[in-house]
């Protein structure tokens, strides 16, 4: 099925009873999915992810949220990423408005907006009625309007209320669901007065402290933070080695926690005007993709990718293994969440489709568990939704022929 660059929409009906049993889980260094009410079991399956950030705003009719995702289900997508807050307009640095259609909202508690929670479970049901998993991330960054404050404690009581409301009971079921708790957890992010206003963002110190809360509410929902783009593997992989205590039980460390999968923002880096950031996935052996049509590697085997801020021997090894190497104590799936994005001007333009399918069909074959496309064209959206740009386009129409060649080496 191909799409149209002029249309992302193709209404579809599907029943909601059988979906609602879709379940999300971790085994070993994969995701595993099934759905009981169907008769599938949990199976590890690699995941295709398109960010999909502003999903869940009032700004998104349902008409169009039926139309993208019946297209992306149709076309190979398995899983979207939408934001539980989101900006709302542009501005210097790209975002400036808070949207108050939001699920946390600053003021008190539980600091959750009623009709931002209703919208969101509408979402959720929605999208497993076609079989996609959401990862739903919060960042506190995004929650306070202009001029206001949402302290940490706020934040935390707003999660834990999202995590009560979103548990499985007799009527709801959104097991298909997994939380990133802070987006780049390490990072600052500029506020609507920019570039004075800095919003601090949670701590990884603190990020334990509401995985802590939300596993007290719900031990069975996956949970972790991701880091801002430019840390190094290793970087990453000390934080997710990071065992914490339970409170109420401190000294057994059979009741210690760590994150359940690594959520990592690989390198945007470019080279002389050559996205090096598409090839540093893969396979750590010679050679390229037996795929038809051939896709052109963007980056040469003998190439030595770069540990930001500058290139070393050591960094020859592919990402997935570093992720791998670092995490020892506890195999995680490996979920590389963010590369770099096509947009409309400035070197990023640049991009094809084929860097696109590079980049996952390499983490594919070297084991990843999931990798997201990290679109424009519902990265942020404002007055109206985005038409996929036709590198978007073409990623998507080849994405189902392009990952069936691929073998999953997890």
Same mark, same amino acid.
């Given at each position: 099925?191909?799409?149209?660059?002029?249309?992302?929409?193709?209404?579809?009906?599907?029943?909601?009873?059988?979906?609602?049993?879709?379940?999300?889980t971790k085994q070993g260094r994969t995701f595993a999915i099934g759905n009981p009410a169907l008769g599938?079991?949990?199976?590890?399956?690699?995941?295709?992810?398109?960010?999909? #950030?502003?999903?869940?705003?009032?700004?998104?009719t349902n008409t169009m949220l039926e139309g993208d995702l019946a297209n992306l289900a149709a076309l190979?997508?398995?899983?979207?990423?939408? #934001?539980?807050?989101?900006?709302?307009?542009?501005?210097?640095?790209?975002?400036?408005?808070?949207?108050?259609?939001?699920?946390?909202?600053?003021?008190?508690?539980?600091?959750?907006?009623?009709?931002?929670?209703?919208?969101?479970?509408?979402?959720?049901?929605?999208?497993?009625?076609?079989?996609?998993?959401?990862?739903?991330?919060?960042?506190?960054?995004?929650?306070?309007?202009?001029?206001?404050?949402?302290?940490?404690?706020?934040?935390?009581?707003?999660?834990? *209320?999202?995590?009560?409301?979103?548990?499985?009971?007799?009527?709801?079921?959104?097991?298909?669901?997994?939380?990133?708790?802070?987006? *780049?957890?390490?990072?600052?992010?500029?506020?609507?007065?920019?570039?004075?206003?800095?919003?601090?963002?949670?701590?990884?110190?603190?990020?334990?402290?509401?995985?802590?809360?939300?596993?007290?509410?719900?031990?069975?929902?996956?949970?972790?933070?991701?880091?801002?783009? *430019?840390?190094?593997?290793?970087?990453?992989?000390?934080?997710a080695m990071t065992a914490f205590p339970d409170p109420s039980d401190p000294g057994n460390p059979a009741?210690?926690?760590?994150?359940?999968?690594?959520? #990592?923002?690989?390198?945007?880096?470019?080279?002389?005007?050559?996205?090096?950031?598409?090839?540093?996935?893969?396979?750590?052996?010679?050679?390229?993709?037996?795929?038809?049509?051939?896709?052109?590697?963007?980056?040469?085997?003998?190439?030595? #990718?770069?540990?930001?801020?500058?290139?070393?021997?050591?960094?020859?090894?592919?990402?997935?293994?570093?992720?791998?190497?670092?995490?020892?104590?506890?195999?995680?799936?490996?979920?590389?969440?963010?590369?770099?994005?096509?947009?409309?001007?400035?070197?990023?333009?640049?991009?094809?489709?084929?860097?696109?399918?590079?980049?996952?069909?390499?983490?594919?074959?070297?084991?990843?568990?999931?990798?997201?496309?990290?679109?424009?064209?519902?990265?942020?959206?404002?007055?109206?939704?985005?038409?996929?740009?036709?590198?978007?386009?073409?990623?998507?129409?080849?994405?189902?022929?392009?990952?069936?060649?691929?073998?999953?080496?997890?």
């Amino acid at each position: 099925m191909k799409i149209l660059a002029t249309t992302f929409l193709l209404v579809a009906l599907t029943s909601s009873a059988a979906s609602a049993q879709l379940t999300i889980t971790k085994q070993g260094r994969t995701f595993a999915i099934g759905n009981p009410a169907l008769g599938q079991p949990q199976t590890p399956t690699f995941i295709v992810f398109f960010s999909y #950030f502003s999903g869940a705003s009032d700004r998104m009719t349902n008409t169009m949220l039926e139309g993208d995702l019946a297209n992306l289900a149709a076309l190979g997508v398995k899983g979207v990423r939408i #934001f539980a807050n989101y900006w709302r307009t542009k501005d210097c640095t790209g975002f400036s408005s808070y949207d108050a259609s939001g699920v946390l909202q600053d003021g008190s508690a539980p600091y959750v907006n009623p009709a931002g929670l209703t919208r969101l479970k509408y979402v959720l049901g929605r999208a497993a009625a076609y079989g996609i998993v959401v990862e739903l991330t919060f960042a506190r960054e995004t929650v306070a309007p202009a001029g206001g404050q949402f302290t940490f404690n706020e934040y935390t009581a707003g999660i834990n *209320e999202v995590t009560k409301q979103l548990k499985t009971t007799a009527t709801q079921n959104f097991s298909h669901v997994f939380f990133d708790l802070q987006n *780049e957890a390490n990072g600052s992010s500029q506020g609507p007065t920019c570039p004075s206003a800095q919003i601090p963002i949670t701590t990884t110190a603190q990020a334990w402290q509401i995985i802590d809360a939300v596993k007290k509410d719900d031990p069975s929902r996956l949970a972790s933070i991701s880091l801002a783009n *430019e840390i190094t593997p290793e970087q990453y992989g000390g934080i997710a080695m990071t065992a914490f205590p339970d409170p109420s039980d401190p000294g057994n460390p059979a009741k210690f926690r760590r994150l359940d999968f690594a959520a #990592f923002h690989d390198s945007r880096q470019w080279v002389s005007g050559v996205p090096k950031w598409t090839g540093n996935t893969g396979v750590a052996t010679a050679g390229t993709l037996p795929l038809t049509p051939p896709i052109t590697s963007t980056i040469s085997w003998g190439d030595v #990718f770069a540990c930001s801020p500058t290139v070393t021997a050591s960094c020859k090894a592919m990402l997935v293994d570093r992720l791998r190497n670092a995490i020892t104590a506890q195999p995680m799936p490996v979920f590389f969440q963010e590369p770099d994005r096509w947009m409309p001007s400035g070197q990023n333009s640049t991009l094809t489709a084929n860097h696109f399918l590079e980049a996952v069909a390499r983490a594919k074959y070297a084991g990843a568990a999931a990798w997201c496309m990290h679109s424009q064209s519902r990265f942020l959206y404002v007055d109206e939704a985005q038409p996929p740009g036709a590198p978007e386009l073409a990623f998507l129409n080849a994405l189902s022929s392009t990952l069936a060649q691929v073998v999953w080496n997890p």
